[in-house]
């Protein structure tokens, strides 16, 4: 199997560009190169050769490098959303089918997730049990509701639930201490939250990234993908409470506090 490695490039305030390595030949492939500057200064200090940019979503912050990046590298493909507003995409994926890399021995399943936006998929690569998820799904949390709808959204969380325990999570912000607040005002006896809660604060105190987490921790932590839970909505104010008559009202409810919290 080919040898490779996952790193974070620091990019504005908090996002994350994620560099996969191959240690073999030194080429990489960029998710979400919202900015180009940090990923030339990567692949310069480590002497490396950029194979291919993978975008899950048309955002500003996860697209605005792809340009200057294309015009430093000829005929370099960008994987993206079929359906993207993104006019960059070279390589235009849909959902139900794989990306292959074969320079990198990557097969990545692609994984509508619409909610955040409509475009927004996710790359799973079952080998390596890796979820590159953009701003679908943060630790501890889910992107905001930009122009899908809490259902769409629900169904999202639900299919990503429904990977291997084992799965790396690799977002695209470092949202995770202020996510694992508000969760803990939504589950403030959870054992596992309490928990991860002083690792992560532990982690950022250090300045080290609180990711990757993982699929089986964020079942566990998360209240976006607890959302069925039965007392999920308990500690939610009554202004943003409605009657949960469809398995998708939690979330709903929930992404409405978030949103004001």
């Not at 015009?71 to 292959?100: D, M």
């Not at 619409?114 to 475009?119: E, I, V």
């Not at 943060?138 to 809490?150: D, H, I, Y």
């Not at 201490?177 to 002083?198: T, W």
């Amino acid at each position: 199997m080919t040898m490779l490695q996952v790193k974070p490039i620091k990019a504005f305030k908090d996002n994350y560009i994620w560099a996969i390595i191959n240690t073999e030949n030194q080429h990489c492939v960029v998710v979400d190169p919202g900015d180009a500057e940090p990923v030339i200064a990567f692949i310069s200090e480590h002497q490396l050769t950029l194979s291919a940019i993978l975008i899950t979503h048309h955002h500003w912050d996860h697209t605005n490098g792809v340009e200057k990046l294309c015009s430093l590298q000829a005929s370099l493909p960008v994987y993206g959303p079929k359906n993207s507003p993104f006019a960059g995409i070279t390589e235009p994926l849909s959902a139900n089918t794989v990306c292959q890399l074969t320079d990198f021995d990557l097969s990545f399943h692609i994984l509508a997730t619409p909610g955040h936006t409509l475009d927004h998929i996710c790359y799973y690569e079952p080998q390596q049990d890796w979820l590159f998820c953009g701003d679908t799904l943060f630790s501890g949390g889910c992107g905001r509701l930009f122009e899908g709808t809490a259902d769409q959204m629900f169904q999202s969380m639900v299919k990503l639930s429904q990977l291997p325990d084992k799965t790396a999570v690799y977002c695209t912000h470092e949202y995770t201490q202020s996510n694992l607040i508000f969760a803990l005002v939504i589950e403030p006896q959870n054992l596992d939250l309490l928990q991860h809660h002083k690792k992560v604060d532990a982690l950022r105190l250090a300045n080290k990234a609180s990711l990757p987490s993982s699929i089986g921790l964020e079942k566990k932590i998360n209240p976006f993908m607890r959302s069925t839970e039965q007392h999920i909505t308990e500690h939610v104010p009554i202004e943003h409470q409605q009657a949960l008559t469809e398995p998708w009202h939690g979330l709903a409810v929930l992404r409405r506090y978030k949103d004001h919290f």
